[in-house]
């Protein structure tokens, strides 16, 4: 399991429907590129916080900033499931000048998607293919602008055990690239 806290996103398509957002922070069985590997979460990953942890407080923030709050599963305002497709989400946003912006950025379809973060509890490698086959939630995130993976030196960073591998030049210049 590793400690930091890695953040995946998507280019997905998130739709307004009254004050709610719904969408899918993570699509199954589809590779992402990650640096020098790639990357797909299998279905269930999401079971170690969904299922085996209900009451786990997962937060659905705004470019992954604590500071914009959009919603919680502690009071329901987030609601999550896994179905063959991903993880599907339903925000119901709260009355905020923040909500308010990123509701009007959904209805003009300028967002730029759906994002993750994450602990790793259960992964496997084949060569340069990383799979997650369990995770601890942390949060989901709606993406303003490009739903790329900003977050890479961090992914990167919780790769312990490639650190004396082929990965490992690289992993250092990210860290360095990104001012780690």
């Known amino acids: 399991m590793t ?8 280019e997905l398509e998130v739709r307004a429907k009254g004050r709610e957002l719904i969408g899918y922070a993570a699509v ?4 992402a590129k990650i640096a ?16 085996d942890r209900p009451n786990a407080d997962v937060l659905a923030l705004v470019d992954h900033d604590p500071a914009a709050l959009l919603g919680r599963t502690r009071n329901k305002s987030l609601e999550l499931h896994e179905d063959a497709r991903g ?3 339903r925000i119901t946003l709260p009355k905020t000048s923040l909500a308010d ?3 009007a950025l959904a209805d003009a379809g300028s967002l730029g998607g759906a994002s993750f973060g994450f602990r790793t509890l259960k992964d496997a490698w ?4 990383r799979t997650l086959h369990a995770i ?4 989901i995130s709606i993406v303003r602008a490009w739903p790329a993976y900003p977050q890479t030196t961090v992914s990167a960073r919780a790769l312990g055990h490639v650190a004396d591998g082929p990965f490992a030049r690289r992993i ?8 780690q």
């Open 172 to 179: 250092r210049l990210l860290e360095l690239e990104g001012g």
């Open 36 to 51: 020098d590997f790639e990357e797909t979460i299998r279905p269930g990953a999401f079971n170690a916080t969904l299922r």
């Open 136 to 139: 601890d939630l942390r949060e």
């Open 126 to 129: 084949s060569g340069a293919v």
């Open 101 to 103: 912006d990123i509701l």
């Open 87 to 89: 993880l599907r989400f």
């Open 3 to 10: 400690t930091e806290i890695e953040r995946r996103a998507a």
């Open 28 to 31: 199954f069985d589809t590779r």
